[in-house]
């Protein structure tokens, strides 16, 4: 799983398609519709998001592009004597467990979805069960910044030499509209395998 912390305007095709398909995994994950991939590293600065920020994802709010929600009803606590991720039999109450979680992979993915339409591409909105919350913002280095950077010209070289060449000369990439950067060190989060680090030989085909 890679969620990038890139403007999605410098992935290809395939990157963005990849990103849209993960980030709707990473959304489950996050509201705890699904029990895979629960500690993936990538994860971890969405589940650190504000305490503050609201999934707004009640079936009759519209969000900021007009669009519903899904949810038939959601709220930021569970009802007195319930743990997050169950509701009272008989009722239509959705939980989510990880509000702020939430909020923050819901304004990622809505991202993703005004780059697809600039495009042409369609991506459901009605996918993404949240809102967008303009004000929400987190953190990523400016080394992770251009670490993910350089990981993705090498991809962009091999599988997209146009989209490559459109985007050879830009040295420091913008980020994904909802991260601001900061100065630091690579992500604690971040794995980076041999062929990754400077100078180091091409990692081996994989058998």
Not at 27 to 47: A, D, E, S
Not at 62 to 75: E, R, V, W
Not at 159 to 180: G, I, K, L, N, Q
């Given at each position: 799983?890679?969620?990038?912390?890139?403007?999605?305007?410098?992935?290809?095709?395939?990157?963005?398609?990849?990103?849209?398909?993960?980030?709707?995994?990473?959304?489950?994950?996050?509201?705890?519709?699904?029990?895979?991939?629960?500690?993936?590293?990538?994860?971890?600065?969405?589940?650190?998001?504000?305490?503050?920020?609201?999934?707004?994802?009640?079936?009759?709010?519209?969000?900021?592009?007009?669009?519903?929600?899904?949810?038939?009803?959601?709220?930021?606590?569970?009802?007195?004597?319930?743990?997050?991720?169950?509701?009272?039999?008989?009722?239509?109450?959705?939980?989510?467990?990880?509000?702020?979680?939430?909020?923050?992979?819901?304004?990622?993915?809505?991202?993703?979805?005004?780059?697809?339409?600039?495009?042409?591409?369609?991506?459901?909105?009605?996918?993404?069960?949240?809102?967008?919350?303009?004000?929400?913002?987190?953190?990523?280095?400016?080394?992770?910044?251009?670490?993910?950077?350089?990981?993705?010209?090498?991809?962009?070289?091999?599988?997209?030499?146009?989209?490559?060449?459109?985007?050879?000369?830009?040295?420091?990439?913008?980020?994904?509209?909802?991260?601001?950067?900061?100065?630091?060190?690579?992500?604690?989060w971040e794995i980076v395998t041999v062929s990754d680090e400077p100078g180091a030989d091409p990692a081996?085909?994989?058998t």
């Amino acid at each position: 799983m890679r969620i990038w912390s890139l403007h999605p305007q410098y992935l290809d095709r395939q990157g963005l398609a990849a990103g849209w398909r993960e980030g709707l995994l990473a959304q489950k994950v996050l509201t705890g519709t699904t029990k895979g991939y629960r500690n993936h590293p990538q994860l971890r600065r969405f589940r650190a998001a504000g305490d503050g920020a609201a999934m707004g994802i009640d079936a009759g709010t519209p969000g900021d592009d007009g669009s519903l929600g899904t949810g038939s009803g959601a709220h930021v606590a569970p009802a007195p004597g319930l743990q997050p991720g169950h509701h009272a039999p008989g009722t239509t109450v959705d939980v989510v467990p990880d509000v702020g979680a939430g909020a923050a992979i819901s304004t990622y993915l809505h991202a993703l979805v005004d780059e697809a339409m600039r495009r042409g591409y369609r991506f459901d909105r009605a996918l993404v069960l949240g809102r967008r919350v303009h004000e929400l913002r987190l953190e990523v280095t400016d080394t992770q910044v251009a670490y993910e950077w350089e990981h993705l010209r090498a991809k962009l070289a091999v599988r997209s030499p146009d989209v490559f060449a459109r985007w050879r000369d830009v040295v420091v990439a913008e980020p994904h509209p909802m991260f601001r950067v900061v100065p630091g060190p690579l992500a604690e989060w971040e794995i980076v395998t041999v062929s990754d680090e400077p100078g180091a030989d091409p990692a081996p085909p994989a058998t």
